[in-house]
Protein backbone atom coordinates (compact mmCIF):
# COMPACT_ATOMS: atom_id res chain seq x y z
CA UNK A 1 0.00 0.00 0.00
CA UNK A 2 2.91 2.11 0.73
CA UNK A 3 4.36 1.80 -3.15
CA UNK A 4 4.11 4.33 -5.46
CA UNK A 5 4.31 2.08 -8.55
CA UNK A 6 0.75 2.14 -9.49
CA UNK A 7 0.79 5.80 -10.68
CA UNK A 8 3.35 4.51 -13.43
CA UNK A 9 1.63 3.72 -16.37
CA UNK A 10 -1.04 6.88 -15.57
CA UNK A 11 1.87 8.74 -15.30
CA UNK A 12 3.36 8.12 -18.63
CA UNK A 13 -0.15 8.14 -19.25
CA UNK A 14 -0.52 12.09 -18.57
CA UNK A 15 2.86 12.73 -20.32
CA UNK A 16 2.02 11.36 -23.52
CA UNK A 17 -2.02 12.40 -23.80
CA UNK A 18 -1.93 15.36 -21.62
CA UNK A 19 1.56 17.50 -21.75
CA UNK A 20 2.59 16.44 -25.21
CA UNK A 21 -0.51 17.62 -26.53
CA UNK A 22 -0.54 20.88 -24.92
CA UNK A 23 2.75 21.45 -25.82
CA UNK A 24 2.02 20.49 -29.44
CA UNK A 25 -0.86 23.60 -29.04
CA UNK A 26 1.93 25.74 -28.18
CA UNK A 27 4.50 24.76 -30.51
CA UNK A 28 1.53 25.45 -33.31
CA UNK A 29 0.69 28.46 -32.00
CA UNK A 30 4.45 30.32 -31.94
CA UNK A 31 5.23 28.82 -35.05
CA UNK A 32 4.02 29.58 -38.61
CA UNK A 33 3.31 27.31 -41.71
CA UNK A 34 7.16 26.44 -42.11
CA UNK A 35 7.73 25.65 -38.46
CA UNK A 36 9.46 28.82 -37.94
CA UNK A 37 9.12 30.89 -35.43
CA UNK A 38 7.03 33.46 -35.43
CA UNK A 39 3.98 35.62 -34.17
CA UNK A 40 1.95 35.32 -37.29
CA UNK A 41 -1.00 33.03 -35.11
CA UNK A 42 -1.36 35.60 -32.58
CA UNK A 43 -1.68 38.21 -35.48
CA UNK A 44 -4.17 36.25 -37.64
CA UNK A 45 -6.19 35.79 -34.43
CA UNK A 46 -6.24 39.30 -33.37
CA UNK A 47 -9.34 39.32 -36.17
CA UNK A 48 -11.36 36.97 -34.21
CA UNK A 49 -10.76 39.17 -30.99
CA UNK A 50 -14.67 40.53 -31.40
CA UNK A 51 -16.27 37.47 -31.40
CA UNK A 52 -14.29 36.72 -28.10
CA UNK A 53 -15.26 39.63 -25.90
CA UNK A 54 -18.58 38.22 -27.82
CA UNK A 55 -18.33 34.98 -26.19
CA UNK A 56 -16.88 36.24 -22.84
CA UNK A 57 -20.30 38.68 -22.64
CA UNK A 58 -22.44 36.44 -23.54
CA UNK A 59 -21.08 33.60 -20.87
CA UNK A 60 -21.21 36.58 -18.52
CA UNK A 61 -24.67 37.59 -18.65
CA UNK A 62 -25.95 33.72 -18.84
CA UNK A 63 -23.90 33.31 -15.73
CA UNK A 64 -25.17 36.06 -14.12
CA UNK A 65 -29.56 35.02 -15.11
CA UNK A 66 -28.18 31.60 -13.84
CA UNK A 67 -27.01 32.75 -10.02
CA UNK A 68 -30.38 35.06 -9.98
CA UNK A 69 -32.50 32.33 -11.23
CA UNK A 70 -30.73 29.71 -9.11
CA UNK A 71 -30.00 31.35 -5.76
CA UNK A 72 -33.64 31.96 -4.13
CA UNK A 73 -34.24 27.90 -5.50
CA UNK A 74 -31.03 26.70 -4.18
CA UNK A 75 -32.10 28.48 -1.00
CA UNK A 76 -35.59 27.03 -0.68
CA UNK A 77 -34.40 24.07 -1.23
CA UNK A 78 -32.11 23.63 1.16
CA UNK A 79 -35.14 24.68 3.66
CA UNK A 80 -36.93 21.42 3.08
CA UNK A 81 -36.61 17.77 4.58
CA UNK A 82 -33.81 15.56 3.75
CA UNK A 83 -36.04 13.31 2.00
CA UNK A 84 -37.29 15.57 -0.63
CA UNK A 85 -34.31 17.22 -1.31
CA UNK A 86 -32.56 14.19 -2.29
CA UNK A 87 -35.71 13.54 -4.72
CA UNK A 88 -35.39 17.62 -6.14
CA UNK A 89 -31.86 17.15 -6.57
CA UNK A 90 -32.40 13.70 -8.94
CA UNK A 91 -35.22 15.78 -10.68
CA UNK A 92 -32.85 18.73 -11.42
CA UNK A 93 -30.33 16.14 -12.95
CA UNK A 94 -32.54 14.21 -15.31
CA UNK A 95 -31.99 17.06 -18.14
CA UNK A 96 -28.40 17.25 -17.68
CA UNK A 97 -28.91 13.01 -18.60
CA UNK A 98 -30.11 14.05 -22.00
CA UNK A 99 -27.74 14.45 -24.41
CA UNK A 100 -26.78 18.71 -24.67
CA UNK A 101 -27.55 18.74 -28.71
CA UNK A 102 -30.93 17.84 -28.18
CA UNK A 103 -31.15 19.97 -25.60
CA UNK A 104 -30.60 22.85 -27.86
CA UNK A 105 -32.11 21.35 -30.72
CA UNK A 106 -35.27 21.00 -28.42
CA UNK A 107 -35.17 24.91 -28.26
CA UNK A 108 -34.53 25.45 -32.05
CA UNK A 109 -37.86 23.52 -32.31
CA UNK A 110 -39.54 26.00 -29.83
CA UNK A 111 -38.26 29.26 -31.01
CA UNK A 112 -38.06 28.79 -34.45
CA UNK A 113 -40.29 30.27 -37.43
CA UNK A 114 -43.87 29.28 -36.60
CA UNK A 115 -42.65 27.35 -33.93
CA UNK A 116 -45.22 26.73 -30.87
CA UNK A 117 -43.76 30.52 -29.13
CA UNK A 118 -43.66 32.26 -32.26
CA UNK A 119 -47.23 31.62 -33.23
CA UNK A 120 -48.77 32.46 -29.74
CA UNK A 121 -46.39 35.56 -30.03
CA UNK A 122 -48.02 35.85 -33.13
CA UNK A 123 -52.04 35.80 -32.18
CA UNK A 124 -51.09 38.42 -29.63
CA UNK A 125 -50.26 40.36 -32.42
CA UNK A 126 -46.43 40.61 -31.21
CA UNK A 127 -44.34 39.57 -34.36
CA UNK A 128 -40.69 39.20 -33.23
CA UNK A 129 -37.78 36.63 -35.00
CA UNK A 130 -37.50 34.45 -31.77
CA UNK A 131 -34.33 32.68 -33.39
CA UNK A 132 -30.47 33.65 -34.57
CA UNK A 133 -30.00 36.62 -32.34
CA UNK A 134 -27.88 36.46 -28.86
CA UNK A 135 -30.82 36.12 -27.05
CA UNK A 136 -31.90 33.05 -28.27
CA UNK A 137 -28.27 31.91 -27.65
CA UNK A 138 -28.55 33.07 -24.22
CA UNK A 139 -31.73 31.10 -23.62
CA UNK A 140 -29.95 28.25 -24.57
CA UNK A 141 -26.70 28.54 -22.54
CA UNK A 142 -28.79 28.72 -19.25
CA UNK A 143 -30.96 26.07 -20.04
CA UNK A 144 -28.23 23.92 -20.75
CA UNK A 145 -26.55 25.11 -17.67
CA UNK A 146 -28.85 26.42 -14.91
CA UNK A 147 -28.55 22.84 -12.70
CA UNK A 148 -24.48 23.28 -12.75
CA UNK A 149 -25.45 26.71 -10.87
CA UNK A 150 -28.29 25.27 -8.66
CA UNK A 151 -26.46 21.97 -7.43
CA UNK A 152 -23.35 23.78 -6.40
CA UNK A 153 -24.97 26.30 -4.24
CA UNK A 154 -27.44 24.24 -2.70
CA UNK A 155 -24.75 21.87 -1.43
CA UNK A 156 -23.48 24.21 0.30
CA UNK A 157 -26.62 26.18 1.32
CA UNK A 158 -28.12 23.16 2.83
CA UNK A 159 -24.92 22.84 5.43
CA UNK A 160 -26.42 26.42 6.69
CA UNK A 161 -28.18 26.12 10.16
CA UNK A 162 -31.83 26.82 10.19
CA UNK A 163 -31.23 27.75 13.92
CA UNK A 164 -28.54 30.69 12.69
CA UNK A 165 -31.31 32.25 10.41
CA UNK A 166 -33.91 32.22 13.51
CA UNK A 167 -31.37 33.41 15.65
CA UNK A 168 -30.69 36.64 13.34
CA UNK A 169 -34.48 36.84 13.33
CA UNK A 170 -34.61 36.82 17.52
CA UNK A 171 -32.13 39.26 17.45
CA UNK A 172 -33.91 41.57 15.00
CA UNK A 173 -32.85 41.07 12.05
CA UNK A 174 -35.31 42.32 9.32
CA UNK A 175 -35.21 39.35 5.91
CA UNK A 176 -32.80 41.58 4.16
CA UNK A 177 -30.33 42.02 7.01
CA UNK A 178 -30.49 37.80 7.67
CA UNK A 179 -30.24 38.07 3.98
CA UNK A 180 -26.99 39.90 4.15
CA UNK A 181 -25.51 38.84 7.08
CA UNK A 182 -25.78 35.14 7.61
CA UNK A 183 -26.80 33.68 4.66
CA UNK A 184 -24.96 35.42 1.80
CA UNK A 185 -21.82 34.74 3.36
CA UNK A 186 -22.16 31.63 4.07
CA UNK A 187 -23.41 30.67 0.60
CA UNK A 188 -20.29 32.40 -1.31
CA UNK A 189 -17.95 29.26 -1.64
CA UNK A 190 -21.41 27.90 -3.82
CA UNK A 191 -21.54 30.51 -5.75
CA UNK A 192 -17.62 30.78 -6.86
CA UNK A 193 -18.02 26.79 -7.96
CA UNK A 194 -21.11 27.45 -9.73
CA UNK A 195 -20.12 30.75 -11.10
CA UNK A 196 -17.28 28.43 -12.29
CA UNK A 197 -19.05 25.65 -13.49
CA UNK A 198 -21.00 28.20 -15.66
CA UNK A 199 -18.87 30.59 -17.02
CA UNK A 200 -16.13 27.95 -18.51
CA UNK A 201 -18.37 25.62 -20.25
CA UNK A 202 -20.72 28.82 -21.82
CA UNK A 203 -17.35 31.00 -22.89
CA UNK A 204 -15.69 27.92 -24.34
CA UNK A 205 -18.76 26.21 -26.12
CA UNK A 206 -19.08 25.65 -29.51
CA UNK A 207 -22.36 24.66 -31.30
CA UNK A 208 -24.89 26.52 -29.33
CA UNK A 209 -24.36 29.20 -31.07
CA UNK A 210 -24.48 27.64 -34.44
CA UNK A 211 -27.75 25.99 -33.55
CA UNK A 212 -29.45 29.20 -32.21
CA UNK A 213 -27.47 32.56 -33.03
CA UNK A 214 -27.64 32.36 -36.48
CA UNK A 215 -24.25 33.66 -38.05
CA UNK A 216 -23.11 35.49 -34.61
CA UNK A 217 -20.53 32.68 -34.27
CA UNK A 218 -18.65 32.32 -30.60
CA UNK A 219 -15.23 31.41 -30.18
CA UNK A 220 -15.95 27.50 -29.85
CA UNK A 221 -17.17 27.59 -33.32
CA UNK A 222 -14.01 29.83 -34.50
CA UNK A 223 -11.69 27.75 -32.93
CA UNK A 224 -13.32 24.95 -34.84
CA UNK A 225 -13.41 26.72 -38.25
CA UNK A 226 -10.79 27.95 -38.25
CA UNK A 227 -8.67 24.70 -37.17
CA UNK A 228 -10.05 23.02 -40.33
CA UNK A 229 -7.66 24.61 -42.88
CA UNK A 230 -4.89 26.58 -40.66
CA UNK A 231 -3.33 24.92 -37.16
CA UNK A 232 -1.04 27.62 -36.52
CA UNK A 233 -3.92 30.41 -35.96
CA UNK A 234 -6.40 27.71 -34.68
CA UNK A 235 -3.99 27.12 -31.97
CA UNK A 236 -2.91 30.59 -31.29
CA UNK A 237 -6.54 31.35 -30.49
CA UNK A 238 -6.77 28.37 -27.94
CA UNK A 239 -3.99 29.21 -26.30
CA UNK A 240 -5.59 32.45 -25.86
CA UNK A 241 -8.80 30.74 -24.73
CA UNK A 242 -6.82 28.68 -22.37
CA UNK A 243 -5.22 31.61 -20.53
CA UNK A 244 -8.07 33.82 -20.30
CA UNK A 245 -9.93 30.45 -18.49
CA UNK A 246 -6.98 30.06 -16.27
CA UNK A 247 -6.79 33.49 -15.35
CA UNK A 248 -10.38 33.41 -13.94
CA UNK A 249 -10.09 30.43 -12.08
CA UNK A 250 -7.40 32.23 -10.55
CA UNK A 251 -8.83 34.71 -10.07
CA UNK A 252 -12.12 33.28 -8.54
CA UNK A 253 -9.78 31.05 -6.07
CA UNK A 254 -7.84 34.11 -4.85
CA UNK A 255 -11.54 36.17 -4.50
CA UNK A 256 -13.16 33.08 -2.63
CA UNK A 257 -9.84 32.64 -0.01
CA UNK A 258 -10.43 36.10 0.74
CA UNK A 259 -13.95 35.57 1.48
CA UNK A 260 -13.12 32.74 3.14
CA UNK A 261 -10.65 35.25 5.31
CA UNK A 262 -12.90 38.17 5.84
CA UNK A 263 -16.23 36.24 6.39
CA UNK B 1 -47.45 32.94 1.87
CA UNK B 2 -43.79 32.61 1.78
CA UNK B 3 -43.78 29.16 1.25
CA UNK B 4 -46.32 29.25 -1.43
CA UNK B 5 -44.83 31.41 -3.45
CA UNK B 6 -41.42 29.56 -3.04
CA UNK B 7 -43.49 27.05 -4.46
CA UNK B 8 -44.91 28.19 -7.14
CA UNK B 9 -41.31 29.78 -7.70
CA UNK B 10 -39.89 25.78 -7.74
CA UNK B 11 -42.21 25.09 -10.13
CA UNK B 12 -41.71 27.45 -12.55
CA UNK B 13 -37.91 26.24 -12.82
CA UNK B 14 -38.81 22.67 -12.92
CA UNK B 15 -41.51 23.62 -15.94
CA UNK B 16 -38.34 25.78 -17.47
CA UNK B 17 -36.06 22.48 -17.46
CA UNK B 18 -38.80 19.61 -18.19
CA UNK B 19 -41.06 21.54 -21.41
CA UNK B 20 -38.80 21.94 -24.01
CA UNK B 21 -37.95 17.86 -23.23
CA UNK B 22 -41.66 17.20 -23.02
CA UNK B 23 -41.97 19.15 -26.13
CA UNK B 24 -39.36 17.43 -27.77
CA UNK B 25 -41.25 13.96 -27.48
CA UNK B 26 -44.69 14.99 -28.22
CA UNK B 27 -43.31 15.68 -31.40
CA UNK B 28 -41.84 12.19 -32.16
CA UNK B 29 -45.39 11.18 -32.45
CA UNK B 30 -46.78 14.30 -34.83
CA UNK B 31 -47.33 13.14 -38.22
CA UNK B 32 -45.40 15.50 -39.44
CA UNK B 33 -41.92 17.47 -39.74
CA UNK B 34 -43.56 20.59 -39.08
CA UNK B 35 -44.95 22.36 -35.75
CA UNK B 36 -47.78 21.67 -36.87
CA UNK B 37 -50.03 18.75 -35.67
CA UNK B 38 -50.92 16.35 -38.26
CA UNK B 39 -52.00 13.27 -36.18
CA UNK B 40 -50.69 10.48 -34.33
CA UNK B 41 -47.78 8.15 -36.02
CA UNK B 42 -44.92 5.76 -34.75
CA UNK B 43 -43.16 5.89 -38.18
CA UNK B 44 -40.31 8.09 -36.35
CA UNK B 45 -39.60 5.15 -34.37
CA UNK B 46 -39.36 2.54 -37.08
CA UNK B 47 -37.18 4.33 -39.25
CA UNK B 48 -34.71 5.18 -36.49
CA UNK B 49 -35.10 1.00 -35.64
CA UNK B 50 -34.18 0.66 -39.36
CA UNK B 51 -31.54 3.48 -40.07
CA UNK B 52 -28.65 0.95 -39.86
CA UNK B 53 -25.99 4.34 -39.55
CA UNK B 54 -27.88 4.69 -36.56
CA UNK B 55 -27.96 1.78 -34.95
CA UNK B 56 -24.47 1.13 -35.78
CA UNK B 57 -23.44 4.41 -34.03
CA UNK B 58 -24.87 3.32 -31.11
CA UNK B 59 -22.89 0.04 -30.99
CA UNK B 60 -20.08 2.17 -30.88
CA UNK B 61 -20.80 4.84 -28.48
CA UNK B 62 -21.84 1.56 -26.09
CA UNK B 63 -18.12 -0.32 -26.91
CA UNK B 64 -16.75 2.72 -26.39
CA UNK B 65 -18.37 3.71 -23.55
CA UNK B 66 -17.78 0.65 -22.12
CA UNK B 67 -13.98 0.08 -22.96
CA UNK B 68 -12.84 3.65 -21.93
CA UNK B 69 -14.91 3.38 -18.50
CA UNK B 70 -13.55 0.25 -17.22
CA UNK B 71 -10.07 1.42 -18.50
CA UNK B 72 -10.20 4.49 -16.73
CA UNK B 73 -11.36 2.54 -13.63
CA UNK B 74 -8.04 0.30 -13.40
CA UNK B 75 -6.15 3.18 -14.20
CA UNK B 76 -7.28 5.79 -12.30
CA UNK B 77 -7.59 3.62 -9.24
CA UNK B 78 -4.30 2.54 -9.48
CA UNK B 79 -3.05 6.32 -10.20
CA UNK B 80 -4.76 6.94 -7.22
CA UNK B 81 -2.89 5.15 -4.77
CA UNK B 82 0.43 5.35 -6.33
CA UNK B 83 -0.10 9.20 -6.42
CA UNK B 84 -1.33 9.54 -2.90
CA UNK B 85 2.00 7.89 -1.43
CA UNK B 86 4.23 10.48 -3.26
CA UNK B 87 4.89 13.46 -0.50
CA UNK B 88 4.08 17.21 -0.69
CA UNK B 89 5.26 18.89 -3.84
CA UNK B 90 5.43 16.33 -6.35
CA UNK B 91 1.68 14.80 -5.12
CA UNK B 92 -0.12 17.88 -5.82
CA UNK B 93 1.84 18.93 -8.91
CA UNK B 94 0.81 14.87 -10.19
CA UNK B 95 -2.63 15.62 -9.04
CA UNK B 96 -2.39 19.26 -10.60
CA UNK B 97 -1.46 17.64 -14.21
CA UNK B 98 -4.33 14.66 -13.48
CA UNK B 99 -6.98 17.48 -13.51
CA UNK B 100 -5.85 19.33 -16.58
CA UNK B 101 -8.56 17.72 -18.72
CA UNK B 102 -11.20 18.59 -16.38
CA UNK B 103 -10.56 22.15 -16.05
CA UNK B 104 -9.23 23.05 -19.39
CA UNK B 105 -12.18 23.98 -21.95
CA UNK B 106 -13.14 20.59 -24.05
CA UNK B 107 -12.67 22.39 -27.04
CA UNK B 108 -8.89 23.17 -26.19
CA UNK B 109 -8.40 19.44 -25.40
CA UNK B 110 -10.08 18.21 -28.40
CA UNK B 111 -7.86 19.83 -30.65
CA UNK B 112 -4.69 19.12 -29.25
CA UNK B 113 -5.30 15.66 -28.90
CA UNK B 114 -6.18 16.19 -32.41
CA UNK B 115 -2.51 17.52 -33.16
CA UNK B 116 -1.17 14.84 -31.38
CA UNK B 117 -3.49 12.05 -33.11
CA UNK B 118 -2.37 13.69 -37.14
CA UNK B 119 1.42 13.92 -36.01
CA UNK B 120 1.31 10.62 -35.00
CA UNK B 121 -0.30 8.91 -37.42
CA UNK B 122 1.73 11.06 -40.35
CA UNK B 123 4.52 9.33 -38.52
CA UNK B 124 3.33 5.86 -37.65
CA UNK B 125 0.90 5.10 -40.31
CA UNK B 126 -2.59 5.15 -38.85
CA UNK B 127 -5.65 7.54 -39.23
CA UNK B 128 -8.04 8.44 -36.86
CA UNK B 129 -10.63 6.23 -36.00
CA UNK B 130 -12.13 3.59 -32.95
CA UNK B 131 -8.74 3.89 -31.43
CA UNK B 132 -7.90 7.44 -31.14
CA UNK B 133 -11.31 8.04 -29.90
CA UNK B 134 -10.99 5.59 -27.80
CA UNK B 135 -7.54 7.07 -25.99
CA UNK B 136 -9.22 10.22 -26.04
CA UNK B 137 -12.12 8.83 -23.82
CA UNK B 138 -9.85 7.08 -21.45
CA UNK B 139 -7.73 10.53 -21.13
CA UNK B 140 -10.50 12.43 -20.25
CA UNK B 141 -12.21 9.71 -17.80
CA UNK B 142 -9.41 8.92 -15.69
CA UNK B 143 -9.06 12.26 -13.94
CA UNK B 144 -12.78 11.58 -12.74
CA UNK B 145 -12.41 8.48 -11.19
CA UNK B 146 -8.94 9.98 -9.18
CA UNK B 147 -11.13 12.53 -7.97
CA UNK B 148 -13.67 10.17 -6.55
CA UNK B 149 -10.94 7.23 -5.45
CA UNK B 150 -8.83 9.78 -3.28
CA UNK B 151 -11.10 10.64 -0.68
CA UNK B 152 -11.64 7.08 0.29
CA UNK B 153 -7.77 6.51 0.53
CA UNK B 154 -7.78 9.56 2.90
CA UNK B 155 -10.85 7.87 4.91
CA UNK B 156 -8.81 4.21 5.03
CA UNK B 157 -7.34 3.48 8.29
CA UNK B 158 -3.89 1.84 6.76
CA UNK B 159 -3.22 -0.39 9.79
CA UNK B 160 -6.32 -2.37 8.13
CA UNK B 161 -4.16 -3.47 5.43
CA UNK B 162 -1.14 -4.20 7.56
CA UNK B 163 -3.33 -6.07 9.74
CA UNK B 164 -4.56 -8.26 6.96
CA UNK B 165 -0.63 -8.92 6.21
CA UNK B 166 -0.12 -9.94 9.95
CA UNK B 167 -3.11 -12.03 9.68
CA UNK B 168 -1.22 -13.67 6.56
CA UNK B 169 -2.67 -12.42 3.63
CA UNK B 170 -0.25 -11.96 0.71
CA UNK B 171 -0.38 -8.41 -0.50
CA UNK B 172 -2.31 -9.16 -3.49
CA UNK B 173 -5.02 -10.96 -0.98
CA UNK B 174 -4.99 -8.21 1.66
CA UNK B 175 -5.42 -5.71 -1.50
CA UNK B 176 -8.68 -7.23 -3.00
CA UNK B 177 -9.96 -8.27 0.45
CA UNK B 178 -9.41 -5.10 2.39
CA UNK B 179 -8.18 -2.26 0.07
CA UNK B 180 -10.64 -2.76 -2.54
CA UNK B 181 -13.48 -2.73 -0.29
CA UNK B 182 -12.92 -0.16 1.16
CA UNK B 183 -12.22 2.05 -1.73
CA UNK B 184 -15.05 0.21 -3.80
CA UNK B 185 -18.09 2.89 -3.47
CA UNK B 186 -15.17 5.41 -4.82
CA UNK B 187 -14.15 3.22 -7.40
CA UNK B 188 -17.54 2.39 -8.07
CA UNK B 189 -19.12 6.19 -8.93
CA UNK B 190 -15.91 6.90 -10.53
CA UNK B 191 -17.08 4.23 -12.91
CA UNK B 192 -20.26 5.85 -13.21
CA UNK B 193 -19.32 9.00 -14.20
CA UNK B 194 -16.97 8.05 -16.46
CA UNK B 195 -19.67 5.78 -17.81
CA UNK B 196 -21.97 8.64 -18.65
CA UNK B 197 -19.53 11.47 -19.59
CA UNK B 198 -18.36 8.68 -22.17
CA UNK B 199 -21.53 8.14 -23.70
CA UNK B 200 -22.37 11.72 -23.90
CA UNK B 201 -19.15 13.01 -25.40
CA UNK B 202 -19.55 15.10 -28.63
CA UNK B 203 -16.56 17.62 -28.26
CA UNK B 204 -13.84 15.58 -27.59
CA UNK B 205 -14.79 12.70 -29.85
CA UNK B 206 -15.90 14.97 -32.89
CA UNK B 207 -12.19 16.31 -32.98
CA UNK B 208 -10.69 13.00 -32.47
CA UNK B 209 -12.83 11.00 -34.62
CA UNK B 210 -11.24 11.15 -38.42
CA UNK B 211 -13.76 11.11 -41.39
CA UNK B 212 -15.70 7.73 -40.98
CA UNK B 213 -16.13 6.77 -36.86
CA UNK B 214 -19.48 7.44 -35.80
CA UNK B 215 -21.26 7.94 -32.17
CA UNK B 216 -24.26 8.56 -31.55
CA UNK B 217 -23.47 12.10 -30.01
CA UNK B 218 -22.11 12.92 -33.64
CA UNK B 219 -25.01 11.32 -35.11
CA UNK B 220 -27.50 13.40 -33.20
CA UNK B 221 -25.05 16.21 -34.35
CA UNK B 222 -25.60 15.42 -38.76
CA UNK B 223 -29.25 14.54 -38.02
CA UNK B 224 -29.69 17.83 -36.44
CA UNK B 225 -27.52 20.87 -37.86
CA UNK B 226 -29.02 23.01 -39.42
CA UNK B 227 -32.83 20.87 -40.25
CA UNK B 228 -35.67 19.71 -38.60
CA UNK B 229 -35.17 15.84 -38.01
CA UNK B 230 -38.18 14.68 -36.72
CA UNK B 231 -35.76 11.11 -35.62
CA UNK B 232 -33.74 12.71 -33.81
CA UNK B 233 -37.02 13.46 -32.01
CA UNK B 234 -37.72 9.96 -31.29
CA UNK B 235 -33.83 9.04 -30.80
CA UNK B 236 -35.06 12.03 -27.45
CA UNK B 237 -37.87 10.11 -26.07
CA UNK B 238 -35.52 6.76 -26.28
CA UNK B 239 -32.79 8.42 -24.28
CA UNK B 240 -34.96 10.35 -21.89
CA UNK B 241 -36.81 6.88 -20.74
CA UNK B 242 -33.33 4.99 -20.45
CA UNK B 243 -32.36 7.99 -18.12
CA UNK B 244 -35.16 8.03 -15.72
CA UNK B 245 -35.26 3.71 -15.91
CA UNK B 246 -31.48 3.88 -14.82
CA UNK B 247 -32.72 6.82 -12.26
CA UNK B 248 -35.47 4.58 -10.34
CA UNK B 249 -33.29 1.43 -10.56
CA UNK B 250 -30.19 3.03 -9.31
CA UNK B 251 -32.59 5.10 -6.73
CA UNK B 252 -34.54 2.22 -5.18
CA UNK B 253 -31.23 -0.09 -4.98
CA UNK B 254 -29.98 2.41 -2.38
CA UNK B 255 -33.33 2.77 -0.93
CA UNK B 256 -33.59 -0.77 -0.18
CA UNK B 257 -29.82 -0.81 0.79
CA UNK B 258 -30.33 2.28 3.32
CA UNK B 259 -33.53 0.23 4.99
CA UNK B 260 -31.08 -2.86 5.06
CA UNK B 261 -29.02 -1.11 6.75
CA UNK B 262 -31.64 0.62 9.16
CA UNK B 263 -32.36 -3.32 10.40
Same mark, same amino acid.
Given at each position: ????????????????????????????????????????????????????????????????????????????????????????????????????????????????????????????????????????????????????? @????? !???????? =????? %? $?? +? *??????????????????? @????? !???????? =????? %? $?? +? *??????????????????????????????????????????????????? | ???????????????????????????????????????????????????????????????????????????????????????????????????????????????????????????????????????????????????????????????????????????????????????????????????????????????????????????????????????????????????????????????????????
Amino acid at each position: MKTKRPAIPYIGWMLVFTIVPLVMVIYYAFTDAQGHFSLEPFQNAAVYSEVFLYSLWIALISTFICLVLAYPLAFSISRCSERSQSMIVMFLMVPMWMNFLLRIYAWVLILQNYGPLDMILNFFGVDVTLIGNSGAVIVGMVYEFLPFM @ILPLH !TVMSKIDS =SLIEA %A $QD +L *GCSGFYVFRKVVFPLSVPG @IISGV !TMVFVPTA =STFLV %A $QY +L *GGTQFMIGDVIERVFQSDHNTGSAIAVVLMVVILGFLVFMNRFGDKEAVNG | MKKLRSKIYFIIIMAFLYLPIIYLIAYSFNDGKTSVWKGFTLKWYTALFRDSQIMGSLYNTLIIAILASVIATILGTAAAIGIYNFKGGVRSALQNVSNIPIINPEIVTGVSLMLLFTFAGVMMGFEMGFWTVLLAHIGFCTPYVILNVTPRIRQMDSSLYEAALDLGCTPVQAFFKVVMHELLPGIFSGFLISFTYSLDDFVITYFTRGSRFQTLPIQIYTMTHQRINPKANALSALLFITVIVILLISNFASLKKSKEAAR
